[in-house]
């Protein structure tokens, strides 16, 4: 049973372009990038985006991702990308803001590919 949604009770379990996890795991090359730490940001019930770890299957570079919107409004429809010292690195480096279109590009250069 789907958890009831206190501020928009009849309205969608998901904000208007959320990226969920399903979305990054797919448009990542399967083999190439292990995802770790990753989970589904969920505000009453609400996806609202995801975040976690991104690494080449054969090498120790991590980068951070975070696809919730943030509330500055140039920004809002930014997704965070930012290099990480490991897979429990939250603060990392300095904070990158792309579009969803390029997420997998610049991952690739992050990492190296």
């Known amino acids: 049973m789907a958890r009831r949604n206190e501020y928009y009770p ?18 990542l090359k399967k083999g190439v990038y292990a995802i770790e730490n990753a989970h589904n940001t969920r505000v009453n ?7 976690g770890f991104v690494r ?7 980068v951070y991702f975070d696809t919730e919107g ?10 965070l990308v ?8 939250y603060t ?3 904070n990158i803001f792309i579009d ?3 997420f997998g590009k610049v991952i690739d250069e992050m990492l190296g590919a």
Do not use: H
Not at 56 to 62: E, I, P, V
Not at 82 to 89: E, M, V
């Open 92 to 94: 990392g480096e300095r």
């Open 10 to 27: 009849d309205g969608p379990m998901t904000a208007p372009g959320a990226i969920s996890m399903t979305k990054v795991k797919n448009l």
């Open 45 to 51: 019930g609400q996806l609202r985006g995801c975040f």
């Open 70 to 79: 943030s509330s500055y409004g140039p920004l809002a429809d930014k997704i």
């Open 82 to 89: 930012r290099y990480a010292a490991s897979a429990k690195d």
């Open 56 to 62: 080449r299957t054969d090498g120790n570079r991590y």
């Open 100 to 102: 969803w279109a390029d």
